[in-house]
């Protein structure tokens, strides 16, 4: 299964609302995860199951979607916001990970 | 939440075995509820999954790597470890481990491994 993320690069301001996009080449139902990687860091996991923020995660950052097409959204861009956000699928059977090749979100 | 560290050398040669190694702490590789993965990331790329073992022994790979990967657990020791044979320039990259309920929970800070003769 190959995630495509778009766009490539965002460029917005602080306070402004992001919404970046994540589309999989065959259904993936709800197994669908985002993440943040600031420069010189691991990822870290903002979202699982589409929905779902995980543990930590401020409510300004939200996901949705399902099937093939899915969505993180981010209200009120803080400083520490921009970064690179990478998608990632689960299939159990057979068992695959894949990521996004990922969207850089910069300040404009 | 689980702390995970990764060790093992930052210069391998063209042909030879990659080999590194990921301690855990903060939880045992035993318990039955994780899999523990390698995750890599070239320079300036994005993430590409390599594979994971489960507690049962139990691997799964990339379909892209599977003839060179071999993944391991040390209970004894609380450990997991990766061996990728034949490396060539194209294995350069930042390699993680993470530990995996249904996704990537927790990660180690990454070791870069330099594939150079």
């Known amino acids: 299964i190959v995630l495509t993320q778009s766009p490539a690069t965002l460029s917005l301001s602080p306070g402004e609302r992001a919404t970046l996009s994540c589309r999989a080449s065959q259904s993936v139902s709800s197994y669908l995860a985002w993440y943040q990687q600031k420069p010189g860091q691991a990822p870290r996991l903002l979202i699982y199951?589409?929905?779902n923020r995980a543990t930590g995660i401020p409510a300004r950052f939200s996901g949705s979607g399902s099937g093939t097409d899915f969505t993180l959204t981010i209200t009120s861009l803080e400083p520490e916001d921009f970064a690179l956000y990478y998608c990632?699928?689960?299939?159990?059977?057979?068992?695959?990970?894949?990521f996004g090749q990922g969207t850089r979100l910069e300040i404009k | 939440q689980l702390q995970l560290q990764e060790s093992g050398p930052g210069l391998v040669k063209p042909s030879q075995t990659l080999s590194l190694t990921c301690t855990v702490s903060g939880g045992s590789v035993s318990s039955g509820s994780y899999y523990w993965s390698w995750i890599r990331q070239p320079a300036g790329e994005g993430l590409e999954w390599i594979g994971r073992?489960?507690?049962?022994?139990?691997?799964n790979y990339n379909p892209s790597l599977e003839s060179r990967v071999t993944i391991s657990v040390d209970t004894s020791k609380n450990q997991f470890s990766l061996k990728l044979s034949s490396v060539t320039a194209a294995d350069t990259a930042v390699y993680y481990c993470?530990?995996?309920?249904?996704?990537?929970?927790?990660w180690g800070q990454g070791t870069l491994v330099t594939v150079s003769s």
């Open positions: 073992i489960y507690t049962t022994g139990t691997t």
């Open positions: 993470a530990s995996q309920l249904g996704y990537f929970d927790d």
């Open positions: 199951d589409a929905s």
């Open positions: 990632q699928q689960r299939t159990n059977w057979p068992p695959r990970i894949t």
